[in-house]
């Protein structure tokens, strides 16, 4: 509801009262703006269509009995009558803005709709006199931004007949793949570099029944390997080469500009297999072709031991405690860098002391706790700015956080100190805590 509305849901209905109700109270409204004279014919289809919903029921009666008088709206009002429809995932709100077969068939767990939260205690950590927002990516189904390509992918492979998904992964792609294979009926088999897996990962894979397939060799090598074995069996693969998994990751972009009334001056993520960037660079571009919101400068930041795109050549054995962004080789390189220079942005690499470093000031400072490799693109803000080289005095900054803490907890909890123990008694605990 918008300001100045205020309302009531009844029987799947919403009722909104308020100067604002005709643009706020959803689709499907029947009102008029206030002070322009009615026809009788149209205050008797509103009178109708209220009465039909709320004929068995008095309590809802007398609510628009006291919004309506003598079968005329009440001066200086709108009443407007609006169904209340629930979110019903990424495809079915952005289905028409998405490059995806006729065929299709939508598996969906509801994802997107993610929150985009402002975080003005970190803005003022670094300097302040900016906006800053964070895209709290973890909060999709399986933790991680992965479900977005996930939906669109795995529906188009549902919709021509495929019964089987693989992936290589670090860990995301695998719970993701999983998750949406197991709600479609699906076979799903996962490839991942050997202990080079948070466990919160991998567990999720197991969890949604992947066969899970370690190799002893890197995410390169497992997706070499995915690639091969789909050209040559009727094996899908859902890694982000896979165009659908670009159309439904592009989303994000789409519900940033939808929340901020346009795309942000700079927006801040980290990069991996490169999917990602390549992803929202796609859905800005899309969305100011169709409503001019404008296109964001791009930071895209790698982990300094896994950073092909800021050194030049693809790295062997790339290490990072960053592990989601382990890749020596990224699979959408080129394009990673395109988006960079086309949004006159840039790539950069931030250590892994200043990753965990940010993923620390995030959770105490905003109490949004992500795991490591998500907060990397803060990181790469905080070098900027304390460098010189990014002035964010004026702007609105978002940042992309890409999964949840809970993929990878042993991270903060190999080195937390065991908790205090104390006797049940309440003199004990004001000891402690109290001094």
């Known amino acids: 509801m918008g300001a100045g509305v205020i309302g009531e849901y009844f029987l799947g209905f919403c009722v909104a009262v308020g100067k604002d109700a005709t643009a706020s109270a959803g689709n499907v409204c ?49 009443l407007c009558y609006t169904r209340r429809v629930a979110y019903q995932g990424l495809l079915h709100k952005y289905g028409p803005l998405l490059d995806l077969p006729r065929y299709t068939r939508t598996v969906s767990l509801l994802e997107g709709n993610t929150p985009l939260i402002k975080a003005d205690n970190l803005a003022r950590q670094l300097g302040g006199g900016f906006e800053l927002f964070i895209k709290y990516e973890g909060l999709n189904p399986t933790g991680s931004f992965k479900d977005r390509g996930m939906t669109a992918a795995v529906s188009e492979a549902l919709g021509r007949g495929t019964t089987t998904v693989i992936c290589a992964s670090t860990g995301n792609t695998a719970a993701s793949a999983a998750a949406y294979a197991a709600r479609a009926g699906m076979k799903s088999i996962v490839l991942i570099p050997q202990g080079k897996v948070a466990t919160g990962k991998l567990a999720g894979a197991i969890a949604y029944g992947a066969q899970v397939i370690q190799i002893d060799g890197s995410f390169d090598d497992a997706l070499t390997m995915v690639i091969e074995i789909t050209n040559k069996h009727p094996i899908c693969l859902v890694n982000s080469i896979n165009p659908y998994r670009i159309e439904g990751q592009k989303t994000s972009a789409f519900e940033i500009c939808d929340v901020l009334d346009s795309a942000p001056d700079w927006l801040c993520l980290p990069v991996g297999n490169a999917g990602n960037i390549t992803s929202y ?29 800021v050194l030049g050549p693809p790295i062997e054995n790339p290490e990072t405690v960053a592990t989601a962004i382990r890749i020596g080789k990224p699979a959408r390189g080129e394009q990673a860098l395109q988006a960079a220079e086309e949004s006159k942005g840039r790539i950069i690499a931030a250590t892994d002391d200043q990753i965990l470093e940010m993923q620390k000031i995030l959770a105490k ?38 999964g949840h803490g809970l993929k990878d907890p042993e991270i903060i909890t190999k080195d937390m100190q065991k908790p205090s123990i104390v006797l049940p008694k309440l003199e004990a605990l004001e000891e402690l805590i109290l001094g």
């Open 281 to 309: 660079w796609a859905g800005f571009k899309q969305y100011n072709q169709m409503k001019s919101t404008g296109l964001p400068q791009v930071l895209g930041v790698q982990a300094a031991g896994s950073a092909p795109l």
């Open 365 to 402: 400072l905003e109490g949004i706790w992500v795991e490591p490799a998500s907060a990397a693109g803060l990181a790469g803000l905080a070098i900027e700015i304390a460098n010189g080289t990014l002035n964010p005095k004026g702007k609105r900054v978002v940042a992309i956080c890409t």
């Open 30 to 78: 029947v009102g008029a703006p206030t002070g322009m004279l009615m026809e009788v014919g149209f205050v008797s289809s509103v009178q109708a269509v209220i009465k039909k919903q709320t004929n068995k029921t008095r309590i809802n009666r007398r609510f628009i009995a006291s919004k309506y008088s003598g079968g005329k709206l009440i001066i200086d009002e709108i």
